[in-house]
């Protein structure tokens, strides 16, 4: 059988015009797709690199404020007790009030306090003493340089008789305590 020219390029334009159908839907689109999802996971992890050089540029600023925190938390170490240290501190408290003859009807220390995200606590003491007015001056100065951080709260100075210079006194004492690594 003998086609003429006609059938033959209308067969052919046919035969072209599937086969591009098939390689468009078949292979173009699918790739075109994943070409798609690589460039965009191609631009993710650009970002992500970028990010990297961002913070290795920083870097070193970062491990030098770390070291700068790490030697300030050192410090604070120092100042705060341990919860463990807590009955060497109140023996050195007890060794100072002795030293400026502080005498106490009352020397509570209390429940520690730690108030929510804080690596401290707070250990209220509640005193009552009789000593000399000079005295509890230079006991409360001692206790400004104390090793140990304390504030007095709620002083409250009483004079005991006449022209004695004695004085009767309660007070809060307040010691922090570190409770971060126990």
């Known amino acids: 059988m003998k086609l003429s020219k006609n059938v033959k390029i209308i067969i052919s334009l046919v035969l072209f015009i599937v086969f591009a ?5 078949f292979i173009y689109q699918p790739r075109k797709i994943m070409i798609e999802q690589l460039n965009q996971q191609i631009g993710l992890l650009q970002s992500k690199i970028e990010e990297g050089r961002r913070v290795a540029a920083r870097l070193e600023a970062l491990k030098k404020e770390y070291r700068e925190l790490t030697e300030r938390l050192e410090f604070v170490e120092v100042l705060l007790p341990k919860e463990k240290e807590i009955p060497e ?3 050195l408290l007890q060794e100072t009030m002795d030293e400026f003859h502080i005498d106490f009807s009352n020397f509570t220390p209390q429940n520690l306090v730690q108030e929510r995200d804080t690596i401290y ?3 209220p003491i509640s005193m009552t003493f009789t000593a000399n007015y000079f005295d509890t001056i230079q006991f409360l100065d001692r206790l400004e340089n104390f090793p140990r951080i304390v504030a007095v ?4 100075l009483n004079p005991v ?3 004695s ?9 307040f010691t922090y305590v570190l409770m971060k690594g126990n």
């Not at 159908?21 to 839907?25: D, G, L």
């Not at 709260?153 to 409250?156: F, T």
Request: aromatic fraction near 14%; glycine fraction near 12%; charge should be negative.
């Open 165 to 173: 210079g004695d004085v009767s006194g309660t007070m809060n004492l």
């Open 89 to 91: 501190f109140l023996v």
């Open 161 to 163: 008789g006449e022209n």
């Open 121 to 123: 606590a707070t250990l």
């Open 21 to 25: 159908y098939f390689n468009y839907s």
């Open 153 to 156: 709260k709620d002083l409250n």
